[in-house]
């Protein structure tokens, strides 16, 4: 019997959509018009508008999305970014790039986010941005950090890599501060295989980014080959654009697909002992990006890694979202950081679990999941 195992993530690219994909495509290959086209264009728009946001910049990944807005900010060597060591490492990479130093804040334990209280904490005359993100999509306490920021004069770049389309309080994410990034690698709610979205309201920083992702090209006179500024080739590719542009038409049926596989979960697992839910503010707006649950405090790194083995001998895909940043070597070296420096973000990075997560995840699905946890859970007990 061949055995597939259930994936952690899978795009979800119906019919309509796939077959939208390949027209554009199509069009594309036959009059050779493959990257700055109307396709970026119109993924722009639709980013932008999901976001509530004036203009849309498209870029080659996430991490050169955040890398352009750290410059066009001008922030660099000398100055610090208040930011999270519970993300993905772009987060941090993104402002090592430019010399600027990350100060980490440690996290509320109740939402995986910056705690407020922490981020005003770290702020210091040397500081020039925040740079918070919606871990796995929850949106709580960005309201808090754009006080923080007006109050101190400080920018705020919004990590929402994990968050599009989701809403809290009315507020749809990639609205806070001055600008925010979008992510589209496959495992993210939609994708265009490599890419990502800087979103903004500002003019002149739609300019600059436009003009860095593309070589420092102005967009105005000049010409091709004048290059006002430093630059990169951050260019997004026009079939990348159109397979976003096509799952962008859905945007709110992936959402609450993915809603729903969520709280399957939530119902499949509410009786399970030894674990934590994931914390999800305004379920019912919420975008989610992964479903991630916490084991209690007693069990340990160890008893996890015995756990994710269990659950992969079962055919259930797992991951241990995300490891403290802090605690990557090369980040260690660079600022020095330590075991012990940020309690809650490695008490929770010791225990989270990403269970498989996709819109159209069936019940079925869920129950063999969750079989598969309980029984690992014991097993992990039992050695303990
Ligand atoms: C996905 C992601 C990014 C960007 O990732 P790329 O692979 O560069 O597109 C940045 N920050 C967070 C929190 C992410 O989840």
Redesign the pocket.
Known sequence: MTYQPIPLARPDLDDDTVADALAALELMLRDGRLSIGPHLEQLERAVADAAGRRHGVGVS??????HLCVRALGIGAGDEVVTTPF??I??TNCLLFEGAKPVFADIDPESYNLDPAAVEAAVTPRTKAILP?E?FGNMAHFDSYETIARKHGLALIE?C??ALGGKLGGRAAGSFGECG?F???PN?QITTG???MIITDRDDMRDLCVSMRNQGRDAGGGGWLAHPRLGYNYRMAEPCAAIGAAQMRRLEAILSRRREAAKLYDSVLAEVPGIHLPPMAERENASW?VYVIRLADEFTRRDRQVIMEHLRARGVSCSDYFAPIHLQTFVRSELGTREGDFPQTERIGARTIALPFFGGLTEQCAELVRDALVESLSAAAGKA
Do not use: M
Not at 61 to 66: D, I, K, P, Q
């Open positions: 990944s996430g991490t050169a999305g955040l993300s993905f772009a987060t993100v871990v990590d890599c994990e990034v992510a589209f690698y993210k490599e890419g990502g990006f």
